[in-house]
Every structure is written in structure tokens, then in C-alpha cells.
């Protein structure tokens, strides 16, 4: 009976090892699947800030003082349109990290629209300018993206293409530069932007 009883614990015993390797198994395939999935999803995770309209610098003081509404940053004159530059952070700084961004517009122009560039540049010791006595400034804005008529909507402006010098590393940074038109039906705001700068 006694043999009998120890056959039947050693097979218990070898039953709960079993289990519990299965277990241990088990447990280091999912926390391996679980590194992976995060490290994976790092490699194609994006970066996406949103900035409000007015973080926007006024470029020349001879256009006027903007006018500010809940953080958008808008053009109140009659006489011209307000040049801006829009600053922003540049966390990425690896050479294979491209961007997505968008600008998002209050178009209030009948005859002009809202334009914005999405720029990137870098500013270098030498050569130098003997005629500003500054650094040499290399700077790369593609083609303008604009506003599609007067709208009390807001407007959507999406760039799919980004800055060649955008791939410069840590010496280069982004900014967007814009024109908000004149007051005409009502007064022409940038609301916010937004980058992603997204893994390849």
C-alpha cells in the first residue's frame, strides 16, 4: 500500500513539475511576443505634437499688430496680408525619421487665400556673409499649400511633402511660414498645426 502511495505522489509531484514548465514556458513565449510588439511598435511610432495659432511670430512690424481669439492668431487689417513663422519642436533627429504635418486655417478672404510652407533650415559658422556679418542660413520650404476660398469652416492645409534638410540631424529644425490675408468678410486666423515625425 505504502509503494503504491509513493508511486502515486512521485507521479503528482512530476505532473505539477510538468505544469508549471508549461507555465514557465508559456509566460516567457508571451513576454517575449510582448517585448517584441513593443520594441516593433517604437520602430514605427510617430512623434505628433499640436502647437495653438499663437506660438505664430510676426515676421515684419510694419504689417500691423495680429489679433489673438482663443489662441488663433488672425490678420484684423484691411491694408495687407500677415507674414508669420510658426516654430517647432524637433524631437527625431535620426536621418531615416520623414513628417507628416497640417495647418489648420480660418479663411475669410473672398480674393486671397490662406498660404502656409512647411520649412525646414540650418544655420552654418562658415561661410560667413560680409555683407549681414551672420552665419550663412540654408533654408528649404516646398511649394506653398493654400485655403480654398472663404469658408466659416475650418480648413484643413496637409503636407505630404517634407523638407529636404529636415534630414540634417540635430542642426536642422522646422517651422512653418504663412500668409494670412487681409480682413475682408471677416478676419483670416491659423487656429493650430500639428507635426508627426513618423518612423521609416
Not at 505522489?9 to 508571451?30: A, C, D, E, I, Q
Not at 478676419?187 to 521609416?200: A, P, R
Amino acid at each position: 500500500m505504502r509503494r503504491y502511495d509513493d508511486c502515486i505522489l512521485h507521479l503528482t509531484l512530476k505532473h505539477r513539475l510538468w505544469r508549471k514548465g508549461v507555465y514557465m514556458k508559456k509566460r516567457g513565449s508571451f513576454f517575449i511576443a510582448l517585448v517584441a510588439t513593443v520594441f516593433s511598435s517604437l520602430a514605427y511610432a510617430g512623434d505628433a505634437k499640436t502647437y495653438p495659432g499663437s506660438m505664430c511670430q510676426q515676421i515684419y512690424w510694419w504689417q500691423g499688430i495680429p489679433t489673438y481669439w482663443y489662441s488663433a492668431i488672425g490678420n484684423p487689417l484691411r491694408g495687407g496680408s500677415l507674414t508669420v513663422n510658426c516654430p517647432v519642436t524637433k524631437d527625431t533627429v535620426d536621418r531615416q525619421y520623414k513628417t507628416r504635418a497640417w495647418v489648420k486655417v480660418i479663411d475669410r478672404n473672398v480674393k486671397a487665400d490662406v498660404k502656409c510652407k512647411f520649412c525646414s533650415a540650418v544655420w552654418y559658422e562658415y561661410p560667413w556673409s560680409f555683407v549681414t556679418e551672420t552665419p550663412w542660413v540654408e533654408i528649404d520650404c516646398p511649394e506653398a499649400i493654400t485655403s480654398h476660398g472663404s469658408k466659416k469652416e475650418v480648413q484643413n492645409l496637409l503636407f505630404l511633402e517634407w523638407p529636404s534638410i529636415s534630414g540634417l540631424g540635430e542642426e536642422s529644425y522646422y517651422f512653418f511660414s504663412c500668409e494670412i490675408p487681409p480682413k475682408d468678410e471677416g478676419i483670416s486666423y491659423i487656429s493650430t498645426y500639428h507635426v508627426n515625425e513618423l518612423g521609416i
